[in-house]
């Protein structure tokens, strides 16, 4: 059964960059049949899409993070990363990575557990 | 930018049938996705393709979409279905949730 697992910093400064890391484990990453994704909820609120990645490193991003979002592929780790540069407050959120199955239309299928992230000095 | 638009809260007495809309500009010409998420826990899937039913989800969770709206139906509500609910669709390559919708069964 596949899993996912984020990990990473729980708390980060303003102006710094976030980053996280997912490990798929129970099967693989290189699987064309997968986008990897990651999404995020600060407390209290609902889901926001950040930005996908393919195997082949074709990525897309929500526009409205677009310039401090980046999404990395490592399939020998079997890993995904996300960055995200110049955090606020604002970036205080649970982070979720998950699999989008690709079929007749995109499914985010599997989720990870989730990771909190605080921003604050 | 692609907007979803769910109402913040819908109540529902056990045993009678939920309905939680989600609004988008021609969303029918797209596939709409549900997902729980039940307090402290990640979402999950339990519709998708706008009326399918991934395995291990019961039956009495269902849906529509046409026009600007979907909908998901949950008959027969139980008191385990009290969660929020999102919608979810994309626009081009850009995934875009609903801003969720809290179910209380009551």
């Known amino acids: 059964q596949v899993r996912l697992q984020e990990s990473g910093p729980g708390l980060v400064k303003p102006s710094q960059t976030l980053s996280l890391t997912c490990t798929v484990s129970?099967?693989?990453?290189?699987?064309?049949?997968?986008?990897w994704s990651w999404i995020r909820q600060p407390a209290g609120k609902g889901l926001e899409w950040i930005g996908r990645i393919y195997t082949s490193g074709s990525t897309n991003y929500n526009p409205s993070l677009k310039s401090r979002v980046t999404i990395s592929v490592d399939t020998s780790k079997s890993q995904f990363s996300l960055n995200l540069s110049s955090v606020t407050a604002a970036d205080t959120a649970v982070y979720y990575c998950?699999?989008?199955?690709?079929?007749?239309?995109?499914?985010?299928?599997?989720w990870g557990q989730g990771t909190m992230v605080t921003v604050s000095s | 930018s692609y907007e979803l638009t769910q109402p913040p809260s819908v109540s529902v007495s056990p045993g009678q049938t939920a309905s939680i809309i989600c609004s988008g500009d021609k969303l029918g010409n797209k596939y709409a996705c549900w997902y729980q998420q039940r307090p402290g826990q990640s979402p999950v899937l339990v519709i998708y393709q706008d009326n399918k039913r991934p395995s291990g989800i019961p039956e009495r969770f269902s849906g529509s979409n046409s026009g600007n709206t979907a909908t998901l139906t949950i008959s027969g509500t139980q008191a385990m279905d009290e969660a929020d609910y999102y919608c979810q669709a994309w626009d081009s390559s850009t995934g875009v949730f609903g801003g969720g919708t809290k179910l209380t069964v009551l």
């Open positions: 998950a699999r989008i199955m690709a079929g007749t239309s995109l499914v985010f299928d599997i």
């Open positions: 129970g099967g693989s990453i290189n699987s064309g049949t997968y986008y």
